[in-house]
């Protein structure tokens, strides 16, 4: 330090002079004014020394990110796997209800008596069917039509029977 305060004595500089050099260099007079060679300084010096852990937290950061991509793609492949799984699932459902439709609505025609319990059973199928068809968007075909002239004809056995002291009918 004194060698440093020689030297700029022999340039012409006054110790006021000097001090307020000094000074300048640790302190910021101005917020406008951004010249700091100490912290310009250290700013070099601390980016040197974390050059190495800067590119490897910047390599983590896009390894992350391809992973990230990559477990997005794989949400959405399994996402599609799990849709099909459970529209096959309401497809067999929706079979297995209009089939059990179909064969109360043949053993009404055939005169075949059932209790009130299979009746409010097979209404309740019937409620099941038409809210699978809505949500699977289908029903226009020719069975679709026969399942509902065969839940028309077992609301209406319903109906006419429901009031009656019958156990089965």
């Known amino acids: 330090m004194d060698a440093i305060y020689k030297a700029l004595i022999s340039l012409g500089y006054s110790k006021l002079a000097i001090i307020v050099l000094l000074l300048g260099v640790f302190i910021d007079v101005t917020p406008s004014i951004k010249l700091n060679p100490i912290k ?10 974390n050059s190495d ?11 992350m990110s391809n992973r990230i991509e990559t477990i997005k793609v794989e949400q959405v492949a399994q996402r599609e796997i799990l849709d099909k799984i459970i529209t096959e699932g309401q497809n067999s459902r929706m079979e297995s209800i209009k089939w059990e439709i179909i064969d109360f609505s043949a053993s009404i025609m055939n005169e075949e008596k059932h209790p009130r319990s299979q009746y409010r059973h097979i209404l309740n199928l019937i409620n099941e069917y038409k809210d699978l068809i809505s949500n699977l968007g289908t029903g226009t075909d020719d069975m679709y039509l026969h ?7 077992i609301k209406r056995h319903y109906e006419k029977y429901k009031d009656s ?5």
């Open 165 to 169: 002291n019958m156990e089965n009918f």
């Open 147 to 153: 399942v509902e002239e065969s839940a028309e004809r």
């Open 40 to 49: 310009a300084i250290f700013k070099y010096i601390g980016k040197a020394l």
């Open 53 to 63: 852990v800067t590119t490897e937290i910047t390599s983590m950061k896009n390894e």
